[in-house]
């Protein structure tokens, strides 16, 4: 666009046809942030394109065929008595804002992540069609789960992981159970409906064209001889425990298969060229006795080399356990650490939905909560595959514009080493010096007066932040990967290591001195998101100089005074509200604030965990953003894998944590825990000095006593035991054991 004769050309056909001059609405756009080499990531251009082309066609369907059975999204969003009703009128795209909620279902190291929504539809596939559980009774009455506005779910996390969804009506009770399991190699999705009617009925399963993000098409359906299978589109298929007794199958011309389901005329087979084929299989279900259907998918059709049935049970022998006398955070524990291990196959993934990709940021985080709990070889694997993402130029790049990546990288990694007490390998050294020299290559040098001059270029980085700018988030990151390489290094090459640690020490300098003209110029110490922002929501990006980095101090009183701020101006019932893009609840970004507060010892850390764990759905998920009217989900992934790693790391280091060159243990164990008599443990928890598992006797001789027992990687480090409501107390060395 660039090119005068183009720029010309695209003005007046514009202009020939009456719409406004694009060029010159891009520059006006442009105009409102800094000027940058990327003006947004293509990655993040394309999902934003495909995402918005579903809420076209969605527009074009729902809205006309209210009387369809829609996912629960649907028939919440589109009501105008519910709370999550929100006016279309000048919308062009109909998009789930109001209940992106959704849970996955699978096997250890399988890829494919089935998702159940909060009423039981489940979508096997990758963003593919639904099936669907309904109870009819003979007198007319219809259990349709999506529009019932109770219905009890729940995240079975022992055993095979399961989510499960009861659903009743005036004498009709449906219940539902998805799970993954494996069959001859092949993993199988699988969906058990338990029917229960006072009269006679049927039970249905329905298959649907929809999912939790609308519209998913289906062109032909056709029912097996044995009448106890789907061939969908030729080439999917599901397996039915018994052979349907009637089975119906409608197009979108002749409405949904849901006014079908009386019809006398049996269907074996359904086209429909626009892709809105629906179908149901009806089995006959006897007054007061329970009908039980099972529904088979096969996720894969070759056999893979997965783990077997026992895979569960060794997943859970392999991390930190945690012991708790609150049963909340004991389950959204135990589903956090399960959520980390479905979205670990292979890469890491911070959903497995609209997020099911991968980005350096997201991975960092989980990777780093993977660590934290014990599950090293998971981490190990997805770090094994950073280098191949590698630009020749050292830039790891998973989209364009992000500076955030390579300190996060180099972070990340020293992480691994540290809690694993290992020396990087030499296949490691270029990966880790490319990596740095980019940051060094990065920075702003030439630029000597102004407010940005040496810092990273403006970028996109975290997307809730702003329009590009130069974010302070992208140099801490960069401060401490090139922290993290010197350390890498320190052994093999020195001369190098060195060099980098230089260079981070002048990094530092330059965002010193920057964050002193911010001072001036805000008249208070807090850090805003970038040299010329105001204090905003956006300041929540700054909190990485304290978690999870660890660049500057404890009690620092900038990174304090921006946690006064956001505290003040910026949370909503408990919660960081971001105000940009995300315009939700953030879980995630409150345990930031949480763990900024716990390591300055403020106990207003708990307040923040405890509304984090009211924020989450039924089976133990957070979406990345959550309505603060209805708390459905309203953007992003509807199961957020890094809220899970977040919730873990934040127990982990209430238990045990880092502090520089000393452990702290059980700094931010709830007061409330100790007015009981039971243990309370957690471990074993990896560290940079070694292997640690706490146990907490609360009332041990009339006071709480906290052992530990470790396997150091060297000396036993100092240990600070800060037991909240307690005297802190420095740890006699090689005792194992704390009275308070």
Same mark, same amino acid.
């Given at each position: ?36 080499? *990327?003006?947004? +990531? ?18 074009? *369907? ?61 979508? +096997? ?84 064209? %929809? ?126 650490? *399960? ?58 790049? %998973? ?31 270029? +990966? ?34 702003? /329009? ?249 480090? /100092? ?22």
């Amino acid at each position: 666009m660039k090119w005068l004769p183009w720029r010309f050309v695209v003005k007046n056909v514009a202009r020939k046809h009456g719409f406004l001059d694009p060029i010159a609405l891009l520059a006006k756009l442009h105009g409102f942030a800094q000027p940058s080499e *990327v003006g947004e +990531p293509i990655e993040l251009l394309r999902a934003g394109v495909v995402f918005h082309a579903r809420g076209l066609i969605n527009s074009r *369907v729902i809205q006309h065929n209210l009387d369809w059975v829609w996912p629960y999204w649907i028939e919440r969003q589109f009501d105008p008595r519910d709370p999550s009703f929100i006016p279309r009128a000048f919308s062009i795209t109909h998009i789930n804002l109001s209940n992106r909620n959704w849970t996955a279902v699978g096997h250890p190291d399988c890829d494919e992540l089935p998702v159940v929504d909060p009423r039981g539809l489940l979508t +096997p596939f990758f963003d593919s069609w639904s099936l669907d559980g309904w109870l009819m009774a003979d007198d007319g009455r219809c259990l349709l789960p999506s529009r019932t506005k109770q219905a009890k779910q729940w995240q079975d996390v022992h055993g095979t992981v399961s989510v499960n969804t009861d659903s009743a009506l005036e004498g009709l009770e449906l219940s539902s159970r998805a799970w993954v399991q494996i069959e001859n190699g092949i993993p199988v999705c699988k969906l058990r409906l338990q029917a229960k009617s006072d009269v006679a009925g049927s039970v249905i399963l329905a298959l649907r064209p %929809s999912n939790p993000e609308g519209i998913s098409f289906i062109n032909r359906v056709s029912l097996s001889e044995n009448r106890d299978a789907w061939t969908i589109d030729g080439k999917r298929s599901v397996t039915f425990s018994e052979p349907a007794e009637r089975h119906h199958v409608s197009d979108y011309r002749n409405g949904d298969v849901h006014i079908h389901l009386t019809d006398l005329e049996d269907q074996s087979e359904g086209v429909c060229d626009v892709g809105m084929v629906t179908a149901a299989a009806l089995f006959s279900i006897k007054a007061g006795k329970t009908r039980e259907i099972t529904a088979s998918i096969p996720l894969s059709e070759s056999q893979a080399r997965l783990p077997d049935e026992s895979a569960w049970q060794k997943e859970r022998e392999g991390h930190a356990q945690l012991v708790c006398p609150e049963p909340r955070y004991q389950f959204l524990y135990d589903a956090a650490v *399960v959520s980390l291990i479905l979205h670990s196959p292979d890469d890491v993934y911070p959903g497995p939905f609209t997020y099911k990709r991968f980005w350096f940021r997201d991975a960092a985080f989980i990777i780093n909560a993977l660590l934290g709990i014990g599950l090293t070889s998971r981490a190990e694997r997805a770090l094994s595959r950073f280098p191949e993402r590698q630009t020749r130029d050292g830039y790891f790049r %998973s989209q364009e514009g992000e500076w955030d990546a390579n300190g996060e990288v180099l972070w990340v990694l020293k992480r691994f080493f540290d809690l694993t007490g290992r020396r990087p390998e030499l296949l490691w050294h270029d +990966p880790i010096a490319d990596g740095a020299r980019w940051i060094t290559r990065k920075r702003l040098r030439k630029e000597t007066k102004a407010p940005h001059a040496g810092l990273l270029p403006a970028g996109f980085s975290a997307e809730h932040l702003g /329009p590009n700018d130069y974010y302070y988030w992208d140099d801490f990151w960069g401060i401490s990967g090139l922290h993290a390489a010197a350390d890498l290094l320190d052994d093999s090459s020195p001369t190098e290591s060195q060099s980098f640690r230089e260079d981070a020490d002048d990094f530092t300098k330059a965002v010193d001195r920057s964050l002193e003209l911010c001072q001036q110029r805000l008249k208070r110490p807090g850090m805003p998101a970038s040299p010329y922002r105001r204090l905003d929501a956006g300041a929540i990006g700054s909190l990485a100089a304290g978690y999870p980095t660890q660049l500057c101090a404890p009690d620092d009183p900038r990174l304090l005074d921006c946690v006064e701020f956001l505290l003040e101006r910026c949370f909503v019932d408990g919660a960081f509200y971001q105000d940009m893009i995300h315009s939700g609840l953030n879980a995630y970004l409150t345990l930031h604030v949480a763990q900024v507060l716990l390591r300055a010892g403020d106990s207003r850390y708990l307040q923040l965990m405890d509304s984090v764990a009211d924020l989450a759905s039924p089976t133990g998920q957070w979406p990345e953003a959550i309505h603060p009217g209805t708390r459905g989900g309203c953007m992003g992934d509807g199961h957020h894998v890094w809220a899970s790693a977040e919730w873990v790391l934040m127990v982990r280091n209430c238990f045990v944590r880092e502090e520089g060159k000393r452990l702290v243990l059980c700094g931010g164990i709830p007061e409330r825990w100790l007015d009981q008599n039971e243990p309370i443990s957690f471990g074993p928890a990896p560290t940079s000095f070694g292997t640690v598992s706490i146990t907490i006797m609360p009332n041990a001789n009339g006071s709480p006593e906290v052992k530990w027992a470790a396997d150091w990687h060297n000396a036993e480090p /100092p240990i600070d035991v800060k037991l909240p409501g307690y005297e802190a107390v420095v740890a006699k060395p090689g005792e194992g054991v704390a009275r308070l």
